[in-house]
């Protein structure tokens, strides 16, 4: 085995013991300080404490799944890996398109680079539109919890998931969907023993239940039962999130929504600019397609200074910068957004139009994410860490940089 590892010019140890990257989609830090303040979370109280490491660290903008657990897996920001949202708008094929293909990564993943040098590399996901990003040349075992019941060697690097995990296959939208990813890879530390694991579960619990409720602390101690197991199982674990949560709605419950798309086809005449939302996706029932990051595509006739100039004065609205202004800011790749990047305030969403919301899933109060708001996430190690400078800022990629260069010494 290689002594060292660069990928996308970071170096990287290598393991001297299996590391976790565990991402916890949606973990604003304050669930677990409320999961443990509950005493469900006993294992992550200890860490917290001194046992093992707690920093406040930041995860990229957008505050979304997609460009941050791609950040977590490739060591740099958007403005590196390319994958900024969900949804990007060509303005030459004058279309949205999905950016969940790996064809629109633009480097390689710390993942494939392991496993290329003869590592055994695991990654479990919880829905299968991750997957083939997180899994892009890599070779092992890569399976979402989602299509768990359909995995082949030849595909996922493993067989007859659903048996071991000995859990039905859970619907997409439930809790069971992330434990169904832990336990799975508490099966696969025993047994398979991967060098390397990333995990990354899936924001269902965080959109609807805030932190300390029940449902909240239940599923933390659930993440808490099994990173202990791998603890127990000798294993280095980091543990992250891809962005934080917050309440999006007033105190009748009913979401704070500017909808962009109407607001400017007022201004301006109908689609004169374009309201792009990179939250959406197929599954959008528990957050309504509503986040707090849009891009605006301007046009060529219209006048982008004036533009940015109404809507900065809508209220709710926290940023309005312009591509570049955004790209530097952000670290965005400036040719995946728009003309002008638009961030809404903490209990605030943005929406295109109102009859392209279908709101009718929502049963709770909105909770989102997408803005700077959402932007300070848990990063945790079972494990002391070496001299690192107080100045230092920490962002969630630094997680493999954490678990493989800095974790010094058992707790
Ligand atoms: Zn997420």
């Known amino acids: 085995m290689p002594l060292k590892i660069t990928v996308n010019d970071r170096t990287y140890r290598w393991m001297d013991r299996p590391l976790v990257v565990v991402c916890i989609d949606g973990c604003q830090y304050e669930y677990i300080t409320a999961a443990v303040a509950a005493g469900v979370a006993p294992y992550l109280g200890r860490l917290i404490s001194g046992a093992g490491t707690s920093i406040m660290a930041e995860c990229v903008m957008p505050s979304f799944t997609n460009p941050n657990n791609l950040s977590i897996v490739t060591g740099v920001p958007p403005a590196v890996h390319g994958i900024c949202g969900n949804y990007f708008y060509d303005p030459e094929r004058g279309e949205e398109v999905m950016m969940n ?176 939302l990179p939250i959406t996706d197929p599954y959008v029932v528990h957050h309504g397609a509503l986040g707090s990051f849009a891009l605006v595509y301007v046009g060529r006739s219209g006048d982008e200074a004036a533009l940015a100039e109404r809507i900065a004065a809508l209220s709710g609205i926290e940023l309005v910068l312009t591509r570049a202004q955004a790209a530097a800011r952000f670290e965005l790749p400036p040719d995946r957004i728009g003309d002008l990047v638009v961030v809404s305030r903490q209990d605030t969403v943005i929406g295109t139009s109102r009859d392209r919301h279908d709101l009718s899933g929502l049963d709770v109060p909105l909770r989102s994410h997408g803005g700077v708001s959402e932007q300070k996430v848990p990063l945790i190690v079972n494990r002391r860490v070496s001299d690192v400078p107080q100045s230092h800022r920490w962002r969630n990629f630094d997680a493999f940089d954490l678990g493989l260069n800095l974790a010094v010494e058992a707790s």
Not at 110 to 122: R, T
Not at 133 to 139: A, D, E, F, I, S
Not at 143 to 165: C, P
Request: charged content about 20%; overall charge neutral.
């Open 101 to 276: 293909d790996p064809r629109y990564l633009r480097v390689g993943t710390i993942l494939a680079a392991f496993s290329e040098a003869g590592a055994k590399v695991a990654v479990i996901t919880a829905k299968d539109k991750l997957r083939k990003l997180l899994g892009h040349r890599m070779t092992g075992i890569c399976f979402s919890s989602e299509k768990a019941d359909q995995v082949s060697l030849a595909e996922n690097g493993i067989e007859n998931v659903v048996a071991r995990v000995g859990m039905p296959v859970p619907s997409v939208y439930s809790a069971e969907l992330s434990e169904f990813i832990f336990v799975a890879g508490v099966k696969l530390m025993e047994r398979e023993r991967p060098d390397l694991m990333y995990l990354s579960t899936t924001d269902y619990v965080q959109h609807k239940a805030a932190p300390g409720t029940s449902a909240a602390n239940d599923f933390y101690a659930m993440i808490d039962r099994n990173i202990a197991r791998l603890d127990q199982l000798g294993a280095t674990v980091v543990l992250t999130a891809d962005h934080g949560m917050n309440a999006k709605h007033g105190a009748d419950g009913q979401p704070n929504v500017i909808y962009l798309q109407d607001a400017i086809d007022t201004w301006l005449g109908k689609n004169a600019a374009r309201v792009i």
